[in-house]
T-cell receptor, first 113, second 113 residues
Framework: KAGVTQTPRYLIKTRGQQVTLSCSPI?????VSWYQQTPGQGLQFLFE???????NKGNFPGRFSGRQFSNSRSEMNVSTLELGDSALYLC????????????FGSGTRLTVV | GENVEQHPSTLSVQEGDSAVIKCTYS??????FPWYKQELGKGPQLIID?????GEKKDQRIAVTLNKTAKHFSLHITETQPEDSAVYFC????????????FGKGITLSVRP
């Protein structure tokens, strides 16, 4: 079956702009989580959506937001981009409320210039 | 919240030797401990996991051990091969609707041919 698909793979944006990233989970998976990965900080949890509801949230500023659609696809948005937002953004999906079988996508590499 | 520490941060071994990567966690309520392998340009991939009611689990050349008393768990790779070179992440989570999967910062394993 198809894995977790993230689009686009690469993105270059200017400071102050906003960006929207997309994640299509594995078919049948209802939970989608987003992570920011940077060399110094590792994998930092952003938020999790389950059945269109945000169920959990990490310690990121309000500039980072997300949503999930009825088909479980999810988007995350970052407004007023800062240089420090440059990172690999990963999403992961699972079928239920647990982390068993948690599957990651290949990520979107965001560069803010 | 949960804190997962991973050490060492880098590890280099000779092909054919064994590699051991250790992680410690802080939350005694954590009951699920997965290990992920991340190759260049890809998202993390689940390679093995263990639940708190099991002390050890093996899958071919890899194994994971858990010591709940000491709150640490380890990944063992035997007969290492160059394709084992990657970044390895450990993680921990507890059960519950608001649980998160907390990752260590990752270790870069290099297998010298």
């Amino acid at each position: 079956k198809a894995g977790v698909t993230q689009t686009p793979r690469y993105l270059i944006k200017t400071r102050g702009q906003q960006v929207t990233l997309s994640c299509s989970p594995i078919s049948g998976h209802r939970s989608v989580s987003w992570y920011q990965q940077t060399p110094g900080q590792g994998l930092q949890f952003l938020f999790e959506y389950f059945s269109e509801t945000q169920r959990n949230k990490g310690n990121f500023p309000g500039r980072f937001s997300g949503r999930q659609f009825s088909n479980s696809r999810s988007e995350m948005n970052v407004s007023t981009l800062e240089l420090g937002d440059s990172a690999l953004y990963l999403c992961a999906s699972s079928s239920d409320s647990s982390f068993y079988g948690y599957t990651f996508g290949s990520g979107t590499r965001l560069t803010v210039v | 919240g949960e804190n997962v520490e991973q050490h060492p941060s880098t590890l280099s071994v000779q092909e054919g030797d064994s590699a051991v990567i250790k992680c410690t966690y802080s939350d005694s309520a954590s009951n699920y401990f997965p290990w992920y392998k991340q190759e260049l340009g890809k998202g993390p991939q689940l390679i093995i996991d263990i639940r708190s009611n099991v002390g050890e689990k093996k899958d071919q050349r890899i194994a994971v051990t858990l010591n709940k008393t000491a709150k640490h768990f380890s990944l063992h790779i035997t007969e290492t091969q160059p394709e084992d070179s990657a970044v390895y992440f450990c993680a921990a989570s507890s059960a519950g609707a608001n649980s998160k999967l907390t990752f260590g910062k990752g270790i870069t394993l290099s297998v010298r041919p």
